[in-house]
């Protein structure tokens, strides 16, 4: 596991690394530069200005030159300024992700629970199975923000249950919760069926080997060969389909928070993008992307954790 | 199990049924003497009626029109992409196969890569590339589909370089190829002749899946305001205008979601239908 370790950390830095080097190029081709804005709000800028500007902040040195500057300067924790928010960037991020985070975590959590609840009962009771793969089918073809915009219409415009989006200014964990439930069930909702469709598929393949049989013909009882023979064995195929969705997992809470209009790392890339913001949106890129290449590690651990025998094969 | 059949008719139903309204909207935009383009505001959120069968939006603008002009775009885009994606994957695949050593391991750590990060930021970041920059025409709505198509097959070919890699490694080593290169059929003939035509089921899937990917990701960008810029319509941006109004317009929301998830459902379908079943 250390060995694991060892290897891919410096392999997620490197990830990074040439992620935010194509990301400065591409941003390096977005309309709206610093100079040319300002150039736009303030009509007595004249070029000469500007080409002094250019020099002052080193925007007349190459692209590499200045994605250098940028990553060295990154490294030793200068994150630098916010021009939309008017702060240093670092004090927008984290906020951003830490109301990520916590509809992420909600959210997998609850997936992952329905998701193999459902998958279990697809593979032990096969008249299930067609209603479990019809509702996996319909939930991979619905788009997230449609789905988001439809518990709206529902809960919050027609019952007014709970609010249409947004986060609380104030109150406790009750009123952060209410705010909480929609997004949750969007992202949630988006995300079981893939689930439940791998642990059927793996529970079913579980339930063949000869060591069920073997349990049976000894007479343990179905729940038990579900619970303690079936699910422990199923749970290193399904650990691997959580690595592997922890993409799309994360950009499911993107698009689900700009539905909801909340705040976090989804509203906050967009918003920056949008608004010429060019350092928080590379910032935000990569701390999203590092976010889920180390989700992703952590997954593959479990599922070493889990399966002594993969360390030795790798 | 049983039932592919029919899981690879209703998809091709699905898709031939709203290709066809993809191919009405002109018609059906004479017929009832709308433009899909042009405001109404007399007319604004108007229920349906013999004018406007589903009603007109918060312009004015004819709902079923727009929906069929924005099936054009969808459609456009995923089979574009879709083609696109196959056509960089099954060259890359094939030459991570044929090659293989530190071309094919550079490829697939690439691909490792790509599918490991989070698509939508780096989608939305691409999207608002200048199109000139990336030598595309600025503005106007075709130029929009062309800038989506090139950033979907950026990220598209990796699935589909994936299967055709694993496929070309499988015929590869196969007798009947083995005994053509010992024949001494040339290399390029051997991959064209042989290979080639051997990873058409793979691709087919390969393929659908892309298409429901890359209208689901129109459709995304689109409604992030990333993608086909209004007036021009598409089934995401009709989305995003739904949701401002969905305290006094919540119907609207309802037919451009429904279309969405009736496309990507079909394309689904189709490749669900496609795949050999092993078990």
């Known amino acids: 596991m250390a060995r694991m370790i060892a290897w891919r950390v410096p392999q997620i830095a490197a990830t990074l690394a040439i992620l935010s080097l194509a990301a400065f190029l591409a941003i390096g081709a977005m309309p709206g530069d610093p100079i040319s804005l300002a150039m736009m709000a303030d009509p007595r800028l004249g070029p000469a200005d500007v080409e002094r500007m250019r020099a002052l902040h080193g925007l007349d040195q190459p692209l590499l030159l200045r994605w250098w500057a940028w990553a060295t300067g990154v490294l030793r924790g200068e994150f630098g300024y916010s021009r939309l928010f008017a702060r240093p960037a670092a004090e927008v991020l984290w906020p951003a992700l830490r109301g990520s985070l916590v509809l992420l975590g909600t959210a997998l959590a609850l997936a992952a629970g329905l998701g193999i609840g459902a998958g279990m009962l697809a ?192 | 199990m049983g039932g592919d059949a029919w899981r690879l008719r209703t998809g091709l139903a699905i898709l031939l049924l709203l290709a066809l309204a993809a191919l009405a909207a002109p018609g059906v935009a004479a017929l009832l003497g709308v433009d899909p383009e042009v405001p109404d505001i007399l007319a604004r959120q108007a229920g349906p009626s013999a004018a406007h069968p589903l009603g007109t939006d918060e312009l004015g603008r004819d709902i079923l029109v727009r929906l069929l002009v924005g099936a054009r775009v969808s459609l456009a885009v995923g089979i574009a992409a879709a083609l696109a994606s196959t056509v960089i994957g099954l060259a890359a695949g094939l030459l991570a196969a044929w090659r293989g050593g530190w071309v094919d391991a550079a490829l697939m750590r690439l691909a490792d890569g790509l599918l490991a990060l989070p698509a939508l930021p780096l989608l939305v970041l691409l999207a608002a590339m200048d199109p000139a920059a990336l030598g595309l025409p600025r503005g106007g709505a075709l130029s929009d589909v062309l800038r989506i198509v090139l950033i979907l097959a950026l990220f598209g070919w990796v699935g589909v370089a994936r299967l055709a890699r694993a496929a070309a490694i499988s015929v590869l080593a196969r007798d009947h190829v083995r005994a053509a290169r010992a024949l001494g059929v040339g290399e390029a003939r051997l991959l064209r002749r042989h290979v080639v035509p051997a990873l058409g089921a793979p691709l087919a899937v390969a393929a659908s899946l892309a298409v429901a990917g890359a209208i689901l990701a129109e459709s995304t960008l689109s409604f992030l305001g990333l993608g086909i810029q209004p007036p021009a319509s598409s089934w995401g941006n009709m989305l995003a205008n739904a949701q401002d109004l969905v305290f006094s317009a919540p119907m609207a929301a309802l037919w451009p979601g429904l279309a969405i998830a009736l496309a990507v459902a079909g394309a689904m379908l189709v490749a669900d239908g496609l795949r050999p079943r092993s078990g």
């Open chain 1, 123 to 314: 593979a032990l009771r096969p008249r299930w199975r067609g209603a479990v793969d019809a509702v996996a089918l319909l939930s991979q073809a619905l788009p997230a923000f449609w789905l988001g915009i439809l518990l709206i219409i529902l809960f919050a415009v027609t019952l007014g249950w709970l609010p249409a989006g947004g986060a609380p200014d104030a109150g406790g964990v009750a009123e952060a919760a209410r705010f909480l439930v929609l997004p949750v069930a969007t992202l949630a909702i988006a995300h079981l069926a893939a689930y439940a469709r791998h642990t059927a598929a793996a529970m079913a393949e579980v339930l063949r080997a000869p060591w069920i049989t073997a349990a049976r013909a000894r007479g343990a009882p179905e729940s038990r060969i579900a619970f303690r023979h079936a699910l422990p064995n199923a749970a290193v195929p399904l650990l691997s389909i959580l690595a592997l969705d922890a993409g799309a997992l994360v950009s499911g809470a993107l698009i689900t928070e700009t539905v909801f209009a909340r705040p976090g790392m989804g509203k906050l890339l967009t918003d920056a993008v949008m608004g010429n913001d060019h350092n928080l949106a590379l910032l935000a890129l990569l701390l999203v992307a590092g976010t889920t290449l180390l989700a992703t590690l952590a997954a593959d651990l479990a599922q070493r954790g889990l399966d002594p025998r993969l360390g030795r094969e790798g």
